[in-house]
């Protein structure tokens, strides 16, 4: 499978002949464009038309964020497996409010299973998680009586925090308390953690989808509106709770990450380079793991079990599979 590459340097990245140079005050890298599926620039990058060029050629996207880790945006290049087809029936579903709900509820559902199967994992291993498993259970039962979106992305919320008030137990480190959910900015270390794996979740998936027939603008759960994307932050829902919190959990019980890889910002945690740096590295390995998919009968990485969600979502719509979201068994 094709790389992610991340930069986090400043310089500047330009086409030479047919493969890529980055070029930053330290040394210049060479980075072939045939091994490339992505590129996600953290630091300060120059870039010019000819190297859009080559990127939309080799159907490379590209990711921005700022210095605080926010997401900025995205070059999605020219689609390559754009279909008028598929559009319509995402439509279709989306202004159909049962079958739109069957797909929220399913994703739903499958976001609290791996919740749940998170805290098992670190239940098992002598964490007093039953509390939690049960209230999450409780929930994976009210979703079944949701009658529209917004009380079935009430009882997701309700569930989240549950579970993110679990993060404690499972963490039992002073200096990575959780206290409540905060957003742009997070107020602690342990939220800025949850958010920047957040935004890296939800390009991944949206960088997965631009492989498929899949029109990212049209969600589900997430509401298509003005926003530029929405399908991306449906699917990452589902993965979530399996990569980004798992890593999170990792490199903070690995003492990876301390207190000292981050600084105040403006109103808010700001993460040092460093514990970025760290966090995107052991994701992506993470992403590389492979299982054993009992579907296909064979080993599959984290990363293309991203892009069978979606296929299983193209088939949903085509109405020649009925949509079952993926379930962690470990």
Known sequence: MKKIIYIFSDGELKRQDNTLKFRCEETNRYLPVEDISDIYVFGKVNINKKLLELLSQKEIVMHYFNY???????????????????????????????????????????ALKNIRQVLRYYNSRGKDLNASILRIEEYEKLTEECVGIP??????????????????????????VFEQRTRRPPKNHLNSLI??????????????IYKTHLDPRIGFLHATNFRRFSLNLDIAEIFKPILIDRV???????????????????????????????????????????????????????????????????????????????????
């Open 68 to 110: 605080l880790g926010y997401y900025m945006g995205t070059f999605y290049p020219r689609e390559h497996y754009n279909s008028g087809y598929m559009i319509l029936k995402q439509a279709d579903f989306y202004q159909d409010n049962e079958k739109r709900m069957e797909i929220a509820t399913a994703i739903i559902t499958g």
């Open 151 to 176: 009380e079935l992305m009430a009882v997701e919320g309700n569930a989240r925090e549950c579970y993110y008030r679990a993060f404690d137990t499972i963490l039992e480190n002073r200096d990575f």
């Open 248 to 330: 999170i959990f990792s490199l903070i019980s690995k003492k990876m990450i301390s207190k000292k890889d981050f600084e105040s910002g403006i109103g808010g945690i700001v993460i040092k380079d460093k514990a970025k740096k760290l966090l995107v590295e052991e994701l992506d390995n993470k992403l590389k793991t492979t299982i054993k998919h009992r579907e296909i009968g064979r080993e599959v990485s984290y990363r293309r079990l991203i892009r069978l969600e979606l296929y299983k979502l193209e088939k949903h719509l085509m109405g020649e599979q009925k949509y079952e979201p993926f379930i962690a068994r470990w």
């Open 195 to 208: 958010s920047f794996g957040n935004s890296i979740m939800y390009t991944l998936v949206l960088s997965e």
